[in-house]
C-alpha cells in the first residue's frame, strides 16, 4: 500500500480509501450481509488501507455499526487508523432531524460515535451545504467537536465552488477549524468537478476524496451499450443514466482498449488515472466484495504516460453543472 498525507495536514491515509456506503440494507444493490461486510472490511486492512469513510445517513447508522463491529472485531492499532463519517442527512422524521445547525452536528456527533464505538473520528465531513443554517453556526459546532477531542480534522463534500470558498473564508475570519479535505465526485467520466471546484481545492490546499470513482460501476465495464443493466444501482437507480450518455461510452472504449493494452481490468485503469492526478489523496473505493476490493488495490501498479492519459481525457470537456446527480 502507499501512502500520502491529507491536504496540507500531516495525517498520513492510504492512497485508496474504503468506502462503507455499500454496507446497509436500505437499497437492494447493498451488501446486506455483516459477515461478508465485515471480511471486506478486515482484507482492507490486511491490505495495508487505513483510511475507511462512511456517513451517519447510509442505511440510517447501519453503515456506522457495521464499520464500528468489523474494526472492534479486527482490533487494530487505532492511532494507525484514520476513520471518516458525515453529517447533513435525515436521520429521523419532524424537526431537527437533518442539516447542519449546531444542535444537529453535536447529536449527531455523538451518535456516529456511539455506533462505530470509538471516542474519536480523524475526520468529520459536513455532506452537503445548508442553505438553511448560517455557516458561521456550523463552524462552531465543529470547533467545539475538534476542541472536545470528538473529531481531529473536518472535511467536506459536495458543493458549488463558491459556497465552499464562503465556508474557508468564514473560518479564516473567525479563527474557526478549517475543512482539510473535499469529497467530490470525480471520474473519467464525470469530470464537471475540473470546472468547479477542484481548482479552489489546489489553490487553498485541500485535500480532494473522489466519490463514485468507478462511476458506480460503469468504469469496470460489465455493461454493454445494446443492453438494458440488469444488476447494482444502474437497474434500480436512475442516478446512473447520466453514465450513458454517447460521451460515456466513448470513454468507457478507450479505457477498454488501454486496459486490454496494458493487461490490467477497466476497473484498475480507471483508478489508476485518478491516483495520477496530483489533486487526488485517496479516490473512495466501495467494493462488495474481497475480489473486487483486491483488484482495486493493483491500479496501484498501473502507470501511464502523457499521451495515454491525453487519450483518456480526449473524448470530454469538463464542464460545470450544478444540477447533475446527487448521492
Given at each position: 500500500?502507499?501512502?500520502?498525507?491529507?491536504?496540507?495536514?500531516?495525517?498520513?491515509?492510504?492512497?485508496?480509501?474504503?468506502?462503507?456506503?455499500?454496507?446497509?440494507?436500505?437499497?437492494?444493490?447493498?451488501?446486506?450481509?455483516?459477515?461478508?461486510?465485515?471480511?471486506?472490511?478486515?482484507?482492507?486492512?490486511?491490505?495495508?488501507?487505513?483510511?475507511?469513510?462512511?456517513?451517519?445517513?447510509?442505511?440510517?447508522?447501519?453503515?456506522?455499526?457495521?464499520?464500528?463491529?468489523?474494526?472492534?472485531?479486527?482490533?487494530?492499532?487505532?492511532?494507525?487508523?484514520?476513520?471518516?463519517?458525515?453529517?447533513?442527512?435525515?436521520?429521523?422524521?419532524?424537526?431537527?432531524?437533518?442539516?447542519?445547525s449546531r444542535k444537529h452536528v453535536l447529536e449527531q456527533a455523538e451518535a456516529s460515535l456511539?455506533?462505530?464505538?470509538?471516542?474519536?473520528?480523524?475526520?468529520?465531513?459536513?455532506?452537503?451545504?445548508?442553505?438553511?443554517?448560517?455557516?458561521?453556526?456550523?463552524?462552531?459546532?465543529?470547533?467545539?467537536?475538534?476542541?472536545?477531542?470528538?473529531?481531529?480534522?473536518?472535511?467536506?463534500?459536495?458543493?458549488?465552488?463558491?459556497?465552499?470558498?464562503?465556508?474557508?473564508?468564514?473560518?479564516?475570519?473567525?479563527?474557526?477549524?478549517?475543512?482539510?479535505?473535499?469529497?467530490?465526485?470525480?471520474?473519467?467520466?464525470?469530470?464537471?468537478?475540473?470546472?468547479?471546484?477542484?481548482?479552489?481545492?489546489?489553490?487553498?490546499?485541500?485535500?480532494?476524496?473522489?466519490?463514485?470513482?468507478?462511476?458506480?460501476?460503469?468504469?469496470?465495464?460489465?455493461?454493454?451499450?445494446?443492453?438494458?443493466?440488469?444488476?447494482?444501482?444502474?437497474?434500480?437507480?436512475?442516478?446512473?443514466?447520466?453514465?450513458?450518455?454517447?460521451?460515456?461510452?466513448a470513454v468507457l472504449e478507450v479505457v477498454r482498449e488501454l486496459a486490454d493494452e496494458k493487461?490490467?481490468t477497466p476497473a484498475q485503469l480507471s483508478l489508476a488515472w485518478l491516483l495520477h492526478k496530483?489533486?487526488?489523496?485517496?479516490?473512495?473505493?466501495?467494493?462488495?466484495?474481497?475480489?473486487?476490493?483486491?483488484?482495486?488495490?493493483?491500479?496501484?501498479?498501473?502507470?501511464?504516460?502523457?499521451?495515454?492519459?491525453?487519450?483518456?481525457?480526449?473524448?470530454?470537456?469538463?464542464?460545470?453543472?450544478?444540477?447533475?446527480?446527487?448521492?
Amino acid at each position: 500500500m502507499e501512502y500520502t498525507t491529507l491536504g496540507r495536514t500531516g495525517l498520513e491515509v492510504s492512497r485508496l480509501c474504503l468506502g462503507c456506503m455499500n454496507f446497509g440494507s436500505d437499497e437492494p444493490w447493498m451488501v446486506d450481509d455483516r459477515e461478508q461486510s465485515h471480511a471486506v472490511i478486515e482484507r482492507a486492512l490486511d491490505l495495508g488501507i487505513n483510511f475507511i469513510d462512511t456517513a451517519n445517513v447510509y442505511s440510517r447508522g447501519e453503515s456506522e455499526a457495521i464499520l464500528g463491529e468489523a474494526l472492534a472485531d479486527a482490533d487494530r492499532d487505532r492511532s494507525e487508523l484514520a476513520v471518516a463519517t458525515k453529517v447533513y442527512g435525515p436521520m429521523h422524521d419532524g424537526p431537527n432531524g437533518q442539516g447542519l445547525s449546531r444542535k444537529h452536528v453535536l447529536e449527531q456527533a455523538e451518535a456516529s460515535l456511539e455506533r462505530l464505538g470509538l471516542d474519536y473520528v480523524d475526520l468529520y465531513q459536513i455532506h452537503r451545504w445548508d442553505d438553511e443554517t448560517p455557516i458561521a453556526e456550523t463552524l462552531s459546532a465543529l470547533d467545539r467537536l475538534v476542541e472536545k477531542g470528538m473529531v481531529r480534522y473536518v472535511g467536506a463534500s459536495t458543493m458549488p465552488a463558491w459556497k465552499f470558498s464562503k465556508a474557508l473564508y468564514e473560518a479564516d475570519l473567525d479563527n474557526a477549524e478549517r475543512f482539510v479535505s473535499m469529497q467530490c465526485e470525480y471520474n473519467l467520466v464525470d469530470r464537471h468537478e475540473e470546472a468547479n471546484v477542484l481548482p479552489l481545492c489546489a489553490d487553498q490546499g485541500i485535500g480532494i476524496l473522489p466519490w463514485s470513482p468507478l462511476a458506480g460501476g460503469f468504469l469496470t465495464g460489465k455493461y454493454d451499450r445494446e443492453e438494458e443493466p440488469a444488476e447494482g444501482r444502474a437497474a434500480t437507480n436512475d442516478f446512473m443514466d447520466k453514465r450513458f450518455a454517447e460521451d460515456g461510452w466513448a470513454v468507457l472504449e478507450v479505457v477498454r482498449e488501454l486496459a486490454d493494452e496494458k493487461g490490467v481490468t477497466p476497473a484498475q485503469l480507471s483508478l489508476a488515472w485518478l491516483l495520477h492526478k496530483p489533486l487526488v489523496d485517496a479516490p473512495i473505493v466501495g467494493p462488495r466484495t474481497i475480489d473486487h476490493l483486491e483488484d482495486n488495490v493493483g491500479a496501484l501498479e498501473v502507470d501511464f504516460t502523457d499521451s495515454e492519459i491525453e487519450r483518456l481525457e480526449e473524448p470530454i470537456t469538463p464542464v460545470w453543472n450544478p444540477d447533475i446527480g446527487d448521492v
